[in-house]
């Protein structure tokens, strides 16, 4: 399998890659469009500030390239928030694949939330086999409950904790870091 983690410099992609090689498969890093484009599945990380990451897709020309993406796409934490209409964070504009804005979390919350947290109403081949259980997550910004939600999560409100539009996937937490629950999210993706 041609597993790409799209490498633009504000991902957490070597926790990713060790996931990966945990499930057997060795997962190549990659900002060059042509390999992306021909890879069997990739993967779209982010962590860090919504703007500046937005600004390093748009230095290497991967703006354009993602939402136009045909085989099965996973954007993790930032990523999936990237892959949104826009973000409060930075008053940043999104890909447009999911049609929802995120928003920071209330000022009577503490913020970022970080730690492990309850995943529910779960639909789709992503959590193939899975009930609700907890996944880890370190975010202050989020996508409201929509009706691409394929799962959500509480702190505070309902929100969105995975989306899908038809080949993109989108996870707020970090399957990487949530156990034999995330590896199987991450096999489960795999096997799409």
Known sequence: ?????????????????????????????SNDAETISKADKVIFPGVGEASSAVGKLWESGLHDLIPDLTQPVLGICLGMQLMCNSSEEGNTKGLEIFDTDVVKFNSGLKVPQIGWNKIENLKGELFNGLNNDFIYLVHSFYAPKTNEAIATSTYGLEYSAALQKDNFYGVQFHPEKSGEYGSKILQNFLNL
């Open 1 to 29: 399998m041609n597993l790409i983690i799209i490498d633009y410099g504000a991902g957490n992609i070597q926790s990713i890659k060790f996931a990966f090689q945990r499930l057997g498969v060795e997962a190549t890093l």
